[in-house]
């Protein structure tokens, strides 16, 4: 099987938070490497569980990929290091934002998406001073509930000192992430809890996040009312990113579409471009598409035996 043209590079990507992104796996060539086993990870079981930091990225490779890539694309929101695992696992991740940014002009920010883990460090944190923005992972706020959605040997006490520091430290932009689970982390007790961890990490925002993806394990949505109590509870700082039943997913299918037409305005996209894209099932994908088309707002075309769908010019 001949390796890929593109072994770090991926996307862009449409993300409702980050808009037009291309997305840096650093561990690409070696699978997942993390820390943590969260029952939630759309990656699966973590085989490769590890605490120690190492490198192993080709930089010129990246270098080289990055290079080809932004020059073929415009419009980018962000550069996100995200991918196979935890990226903080990586060292000199200031090495490497520092030539992201020459490459790409300092024109695009960056963005490190981490479970928290490594916070606590501050070798860590010196190699983070470069990045725009970071959204880290806080999800639970005791430590019986975060032993039963991370898995991991870390502390939550020591996560949370991590983050407290980090917001002390840190000069850009931090998006705390919290996953939601049904029955384990939105209870009442835990987003009280919540709501005291939060006011002392001061993150500029906290985003709700949901199980939309296949997982290893089998879990289950937080309910509507528990949903709104979050909200309620934690305040104006808070965006919820997915939603789970009928009448709010019709608001994210509106999104969808939205998301759709601006992506055909800049180029023509297949099928499975757009499940690349989205990551949220064919049937989804093919339904907006088709009321697209319905309204005349795109329509498909053959080009090399593959269809295409395009902006419909009146």
């Not at 001061?202 to 879990?219: C, E, S």
Request: charged residues 35%; aromatic residues 10%; positive net charge.
């Amino acid at each position: 099987m001949n390796e890929p043209k593109f072994l770090y590079i991926y996307g862009p990507v449409l993300s409702r938070r980050l808009g037009f992104s291309f997305g840096i796996d650093l561990f690409a060539s070696l699978g997942k490497i993390c820390n943590f086993n969260c029952i939630y990870c759309q990656l699966g079981k973590t085989n490769k569980k590890t605490t120690k930091r190492f490198y192993c990225i080709d930089l010129e490779r990246l270098k080289k990929e990055l290079k080809e890539t932004i020059n073929k694309t415009q419009d980018i929101d962000y550069i996100s290091i995200s991918g196979s695992g935890e990226p903080t696992l990586h060292k000199d991740l200031d090495k490497i934002v520092s030539e992201i940014k020459k490459i790409t002009g300092y024109k695009y920010p960056v963005c490190l998406i981490t479970n928290s883990s490594l916070l606590y460090r501050k070798d860590l944190i010196k190699e983070l001073k470069e990045i725009d923005l970071i959204i880290p992972s806080l999800d639970a706020a005791r430590e019986e509930t975060f032993k039963k959605i991370n898995r991991a040997n870390v502390s939550l006490k020591k996560i949370i000192k991590g983050l407290i520091n980090l917001r002390k430290e840190f000069r850009g932009k931090i998006w705390l992430e919290i996953m939601l689970i049904g029955g384990l982390n939105d209870t009442k007790e835990e987003i009280e809890e919540f709501k005291k961890i939060i006011e002392k990490i001061k993150p500029d925002k906290t985003h709700l996040n949901l199980p939309i993806r296949p997982t290893a394990d089998k879990i289950k949505f937080p309910r509507k009312k528990n949903l709104n109590l979050f909200k309620k509870i934690l305040g104006k700082n808070v965006e919820v990113v997915y939603y789970p039943d009928k009448e709010l997913k019709e608001k994210y299918s509106e999104s969808i579409r939205e998301v759709i037409t601006n992506y055909l305005k800049r180029r023509p996209a297949t099928l499975e471009d757009f499940e690349k894209i989205f990551d949220i099932g064919k049937k989804i994908i093919l339904e907006n598409l088709k009321e697209l088309i319905k309204e005349k707002k795109i329509e498909s075309k053959v080009y090399n035996r593959k269809k295409y769908f395009v902006i419909k010019n009146d």
